[in-house]
């Protein structure tokens, strides 16, 4: 029982003890010790059973974890020819005891590498302390804010262990360690662990994290590379120059074995053009191509990579500034080369004013999605309104859809408590207030129940500012003792008004005080009994006080009446 590996581009051979085999990089603690330094210290333990002529394999809970043909393992049982990935390093496992040449060894374990390189992902980051990218191996990687992690991230809502992405099955995943905070895929809340594809956006807490595979260097990139001088002759007299050169080299001897052609470039375009016009990007993309091949022509070839990328349901939103760059440069390529394609040339500039709006479209979401994740109204409202200005016909359509709907429901509970607190306040009522916030809400409101309960109670501010009017205009002249005038505003407040109670108190003070000056008119001119008549529904501490006086008055004229009758002067004149 051995373990086959290559360190130093020399093979070399472990063989299992009986017991528990301990690899990693640490040479105090382990049996087989890896110069890797993506290898833990205490890597993975091989258990071997002499008598069940069994061995395990066990991850000991390593940085990095451990793969076995290509598949991510906790712990299994080995099998023979199984190759073990310990980090960048490969272990072949064999029960056979027989010589393997160096050549053997090269070719079991470079069978990935003569496939060609892999593209491995990476992940474009944007939080608090900016933009970068971080590639990704085969490898778990943590992410937090806590310095343990393999990628630190700032921003709120993030845990300090929050998230961590792995391989497993031939794909990448993402896995939410802090249930509390969540974490998003394409605006969706993950419940558990979830596969990865190219330009995912992975949302924690604040901060953005894009999904991507490295593109090959497309023509699109060497062609924006060449110089402005280069860049039209290729596009417009390049295939003629390929004409003209093999002509000038066998004009002297036999006929070159290629085909000539006397196609010109604006009917090898149109076909493809045709194609792009009916959104059958595929069949542009496989016309140009085979073209391109054909004829040998870079602006057929240009037009072949950029052909697949106008569909922008597609199209990854990193891409665009490239894809905006290339259609420019196609456009000039038409202007100059092929004036008498006007449907083409009408068609690309279209299409450069839809990448443009859809660059909007991409910043407006991007912007609208941070400030939603504020807890302040107003960058809640900002965000709102970013997301209503991306039109339907974008890919972030629907994302800024889900977005608006949960943003909207927070907007509307908080301008509602706003505006009602205002309706209200029966202290201090601020009835143009009340009705400007409920005016605002009704922009967050769909036409449902909601909405007409809100225009029923902007009526009812409407009317309420109007009554208040009448109502401080009557406490004015109530103050100035004016109280015919007081009376007659008090009286014009209807009675559904919120005002109609105060203004009925002070109808009903005044009406007592015009009694309480009647009494004391009549008290003057002698008539203290009809004056009594007049206070008797009157429990004001004035009217009180005039009763009292009253009387008192009529009882010592009556003592004084008696006495006279008795005449008994002095006592009469006593009282």
């Known amino acids: 029982m051995r373990l086959i590996y290559k360190e130093g581009g020399r093979s070399h051979s472990y063989y299992l003890k009986k017991g528990v085999n301990i690899i990693g990089r640490s040479p105090k603690r382990c049996d087989l010790v890896l110069f890797d330094s993506s290898v833990s210290k205490q890597h993975v333990e091989v258990h071997y059973n002499k008598k069940r002529h069994e061995v395990i394999i066990k991850d000991l809970g390593s940085s990095n974890g451990t793969l076995l043909n290509g598949q991510k393992i906790r712990e299994v049982v080995l099998a023979e020819g199984d190759v073990i990935q310990i980090g960048q390093t490969k272990l072949l496992f064999t029960e056979k005891d027989e010589d393997i040449t160096e050549t053997d060894v090269n070719e079991l374990f470079d069978d990935e590498e003569l496939k060609g390189p892999v593209l491995r992902p990476f992940l474009f980051i944007e939080d608090d302390e900016g933009e970068r990218t971080f590639p990704l191996g085969l490898e778990n990687i943590t992410i937090g804010h806590k310095s343990g992690n393999d990628i630190i991230v700032r921003g709120k809502g993030v845990s300090r262990f929050h998230g961590e992405i792995y391989f497993d099955n031939n794909r990448w995943w993402i896995k939410d360690i802090k249930k509390k905070n969540g974490t998003l895929v394409n605006d969706q809340k993950i419940e558990e662990d979830h596969p990865l594809s190219d330009g995912d956006v992975i949302q924690i807490g604040s901060v953005f994290l894009t999904f991507q595979f490295p593109k090959e260097d497309t023509l699109i990139n060497r062609f924006m590379a060449l110089e402005n001088k280069v860049k039209i002759p290729i596009l417009v007299v390049g295939g003629f120059m390929i004409i003209f050169f093999f002509f000038f080299i066998f004009s002297s001897g036999p006929p070159p074995k290629v085909k000539k052609t006397k196609v010109s470039l604006s009917k090898l375009v149109k076909p493809g053009v045709d194609f792009l016009i009916q959104k059958e990007y595929d069949k542009a993309e496989k016309y140009f191509r085979k073209k391109s091949l054909e004829y040998n022509n870079e602006l057929l070839e240009l037009l072949a990579k950029v052909s697949p990328q106008l569909d922008f349901s597609k199209i990854n939103p ?24 006007e449907k083409g040339l009408s068609f690309f500039k279209k299409q450069l004013e839809a990448v443009n709006t859809e660059k909007e479209n991409f910043f407006r979401f991007k912007e609208a999605k941070k400030l939603s994740e504020s807890f302040d109204l107003e960058k809640l409202k900002e965000a709102y309104w970013k997301l209503n200005k991306i039109s339907p016909t974008s890919r972030f359509f629907e994302m800024a859809k889900r977005i608006k709907t ?24 601020n009835w143009q207030a009340a009705y400007d916030k409920y005016h605002e809400l009704l922009k967050y409101t769909r036409e449902t129940v909601k909405a007409v309960e809100i225009r029923r109670r902007m009526k009812i501010c409407l009317k309420n500012k109007k009554d208040q009017e009448k109502f401080n205009q009557a406490e004015t002249y109530y103050e100035n003792e004016d109280l015919e005038m007081a009376l007659r505003y008090y009286s014009e407040i209807p009675e559904d008004s919120f005002y109609y109670q105060k203004a009925l108190d002070r109808i009903q003070e005044i009406e007592k005080y015009n009694l309480i000056s009647k009494a004391e008119s009549l008290y003057n001119q002698g008539e203290g009994e009809r004056a009594l008549e007049k206070l008797v529904p009157l429990q004001s501490i004035k009217a009180t006080m005039l009763r009292r006086k009253i009387e008192r008055v009529l009882k010592y004229m009556n003592l004084a009446e008696k006495a006279i009758s008795l005449k008994d002067f002095g006592k009469a004149v006593k009282n």
Do not use: C
């Open 318 to 341: 990193q891409n665009l500034t490239v894809l905006e760059k290339a259609l420019q440069e196609i456009i000039k390529a038409f202007q100059k080369g092929l004036p008498e394609e």
């Open 406 to 429: 949960r943003i909207e429901g927070t907007i509307y509970e908080r301008l509602r408590r706003e505006a009602d607190y205002l309706f209200e306040n029966t202290i201090n009522p």
